[in-house]
């Protein structure tokens, strides 16, 4: 089936089967890597990407369910000319990550969450993050990076 | 994992979706959320040959007042009815146990129509709709029916709604001030309820619901009746498990899950009545 969805800003149109699941039509087809698979049992959150402005685990949905929709990815974060964006500052300058590998799950999610509550207390943090594991288990600077992320904005 | 191969056919209303499944038959399925579905294809525990997406019928994503209900369209997701003003004013017991279901992720793409269509025992809208009395509009091919909660569920995974029909409309009775607490225990964030417990009460009316404690959601109307005759909340939740048949798993044995809904419905109708 042919769709055409739009990942951070540019259009992109592919044959893809039905079964495709969205994070590997990211991975796979579009060649942006940057989307990781932890569990893909929709348990680690290591594939959130943005559908639609919201926070969803990719490897949950259908390439075919997006079909017409915009993503956002990791890639998709930093501006052109390379500056980073506030959530991604917040987590270098917090030790955010350790291995790393959660990292862009953590970004997507945390921004999502930031747009539907941009002050949020620590606890909101903590809960609003309760679908993305690090094994790394760096969670403390994790949530310091939010917070500092959203005070940053306000 | 990767699901089976099958094919894809998107839904443009509710009626094609009928017409559609129809002409599939038996091997055909909705897909509306995809967050119950979509884990049991990738592990092979669900085949479908046909799935026919329902999960744009934009016409069925809504909250509105109905008078002495409030009406919820089939697909609107979780994170709408969490964050609905509307239900948190009418009828805040189900805006806040939505609130509890998965995590973020997944409130923004299931539906309260595949939750109760699922019919999955564990799952928390099931039996918060049932304690509320909840009366489910089904569409099929002859047309719209309405199924009261209580006769819905019939056992794991299964329903009285006919394969051909459409879940449209969840209708929940306001609550009218009624006293309400929501008590969900697991062990791990994000996790399904090792039991749940989903409660209200007016004076001596009371409405009590239990997730993960049989075959189906379960109504506890041994508890109801307890304090409609004038029982404490500590001797009403005695009888929690009356009407349950829970099952042992890796999580909790039979006896386990009865002592739990024993305290979790203490604690609720402590809340619930104060
Ligand atoms: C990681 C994870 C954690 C979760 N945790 C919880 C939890 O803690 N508590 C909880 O309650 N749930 C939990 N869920 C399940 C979640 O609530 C699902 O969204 C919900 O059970 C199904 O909704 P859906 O829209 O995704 O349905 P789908 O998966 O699309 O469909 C489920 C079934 O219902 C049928 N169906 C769907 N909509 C309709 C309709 N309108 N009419 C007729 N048939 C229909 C489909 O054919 C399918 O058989 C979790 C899911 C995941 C992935
Ligand atoms: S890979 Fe999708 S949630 Fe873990
Ligand atoms: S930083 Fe290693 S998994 Fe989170």
Redesign the pocket.
Known sequence: MEITVTVNGTPQTHDVEPRLLLVQYIREVVGLTGTNIGCDT??CGACSLHLNGEAV?SC?VLAVQADGQDIRTIEGMAAADGTLHPMQQAFMENHGLQCGYCTPGMVMAATSLLQENPNPTEEDVRLGLE?NLCRCTGYHNIVKSVLAAASANA | MIPAAFDYVRAESAEEAISLIGQHGDEA???????????MMKLRL?QPSVLID??RLSD?SYIRDGGDHIAIG??TR?MDVETSDLLEQHVPLLAHAAG????PQ?RH???I???I??A?P????PATTLALGATYIAQGPNGTREIAASDFYQTFFESA?NAD????EIRVPKMNGAGWSFQKFNRRA????IVGVAAWRNGDQAGVGLVNMGATPVLATSVAAAIAGGASVAEAAEQAAADADPQADLNASVEYRQHLARVLTRRALETASA
């Open positions: 929709s348990s685990k949950t679908g | 399925k909705f897909i509306a959320g995809g967050h119950s579905l979509l884990p669900a329902i999960g069925l089939a697909m979780h509890h279901v998965g995590d997944v793409r299931g539906t129509g595949g939750s269509a699922h999955d564990a799952s928390d809208l709604l029909e459409v879940l449209t994000q996790d399904w309820a």
